[in-house]
């Protein structure tokens, strides 16, 4: 609630993260994750079987990886599996979506904490993990 009561003060976290990192510590982050997303989307556009479901714009990618010759059906299934493997282990967390009725994967870049190295430790994860799962 904001001061008079009468509404939700939703701008006070904005605030005091202005307060915090200022204007241009807080645009430096921004556009760090944005340049993170994008390596990580280019690299997926550039795999085999791995697909982009949307436009990345920010710091958020939609993804799925897609095995040849699975069947639409089992593809769902495969899809929260190496999501729910990924999760389990601790080595970061994604989360599972639909799209369309079928599941996804979103993947968003934006803690204070995340680095390049930790995209790219990611990236080979869901590499890895996608492999063992075939």
């Not at 605030?15 to 990580?40: F, H, P, V, Y």
Request: net charge positive.
């Amino acid at each position: 609630w904001g001061i008079p009561l009468g509404r939700r003060f939703r701008a006070l976290k904005l605030w005091c993260l202005i307060r915090d990192q200022g204007i241009r510590g807080l645009q430096e982050r921004i556009r760090r994750d944005i340049k993170n997303a994008k390596w990580l989307k280019d690299q997926i556009e550039e795999s085999a079987h791995w697909e982009i479901l949307a436009p990345v714009r920010l710091q958020t990618i939609c993804v799925r990886h897609i095995p040849p010759g699975m069947a639409a059906d089992e593809l769902d299934q495969h899809t929260l599996a190496w999501v729910n493997h990924i999760n389990n282990s601790g080595a970061a967390y994604l989360t599972p979506s639909q799209l369309h009725g079928s599941w996804m994967v979103r993947i968003s870049i934006g803690s204070e904490t995340t680095t390049f190295e930790h995209v790219k430790t990611l990236w080979q994860t869901m590499q890895s993990v996608v492999a063992t799962l075939r």
